[in-house]
């Protein structure tokens, strides 16, 4: 595509990215389904730390990954590096999802394709910043894992997350037409996806879409910020419902020294879903706190730095409430037998 026919990229033309890829995206998953093939591929067996009770095919990132992927080397040629290491993470994850892998063969897989997107396209930084973004992005990668695990949850959150990036690299600071056409792209295959992925689901993102789709958000965030479309703490507020949760979690579960990769249903949305919310009602809670986020976001790129930093705090304080809140509620839950026996599952 021409760059210079992109400085004045118009809007109508990001919709239509976007639309065409939720359609391919929607298409491609409608034949899966239709042809038997998504059962065959891979399918999600339920178990005690599930949240759903019927097995379910595990194949949202064949609509989403090849429809970002072709999208992304069409119209952005210049972030080829970031579509090729999508697909190798998309294929990785895929055998995953069929016969599974050991922790460390999917960690290296990872980690070579966020060092060698970093290596390839270094930020004028110091190299300890470019490491320690190179590890938040690994953590992106496996947190938006650890996150795939209620209806319409992480679709919703590539579909309002990318959508900010494509308004983001539209209006920021230097806009960067390349990077809006291959968000929007990511957030329109995200759309595709959720209308077979909302409550009732009828198909999960599996590790092939939820690997991917994490890379992605690192890659991006990292490429705007390199570009100067957005300051370095956009793509945390922007995913910050989805940092705070994994990342508290997390740190919960490394405290009382257990297992961080083994399967657990302590998420807080996991408990919302568990005590009553259930897939739906959890689902819009998450996506209007994503939306203000992400509105807040986009809305102080224009702030002095100060004012910006203070957002993106009291935003991370108001989530850590919620997060609170949640916890009250859950202990409440806990504390009613006759409550506990009506958790809700998919």
Known sequence: MNTHALV??????????????????????????????????????????????????????????????????????????????TGFLAAVSQVDDRRGLPARVRFAAHFIAVVAFVALYPAAAPWWLLAALAFLMMWLVNLYNFMDGADGLAGGMTLF?????????????????????????????????????????????GDAGSISIGFLAGALGYWGWRGEAWPIWFPVLVFAPFITDASVTLLKRL?????????????????????????????????????????????????????????????????????GVVDLRWRRFQSTPSERSSEVSR
């Open 161 to 205: 997350g990318f959508a900010g990036y494509a308004v983001a690299a539209m209006v920021g600071g230097r806009p960067m037409p390349e990077l809006a056409l291959a968000s929007a792209a990511v957030a329109g295959a995200a759309l595709g996806f959720l209308i077979f992925n909302f409550h009732p689901a009828r198909i999960f993102l």
């Open 8 to 85: 004045n990229l118009p809007w109508t033309t990001v919709a239509i990215v976007a639309v065409s890829a939720a359609c391919a995206s929607a298409a491609i998953l409608l034949v899966l389904l239709k042809t038997g093939l998504a059962w065959r591929l891979a399918t999600d067996i339920p178990n005690d730390r599930s949240l759903h009770v019927r097995p379910t095919p595990r194949v949202g990132g064949w609509g989403i990954v090849p429809v970002a992927v072709i999208a992304i080397l069409l119209a952005a040629p210049s972030l080829w590096c970031a579509a090729l290491a």
């Open 255 to 323: 405290l009382r020294g257990e297992k961080f990769w083994e399967p657990h249903r302590e998420h807080y949305y996991q408990r919302l879903v568990r005590s009553g919310v259930g897939h739906a009602g959890t689902a819009w809670m998450w996506y209007a706190v994503m939306a203000i986020g992400i509105v807040l976001a986009v809305g102080v790129l224009d702030w002095p730095s100060v004012f910006q930093w203070s957002v993106v705090a009291i935003w991370i304080g108001i989530l850590f409430l919620m997060g």
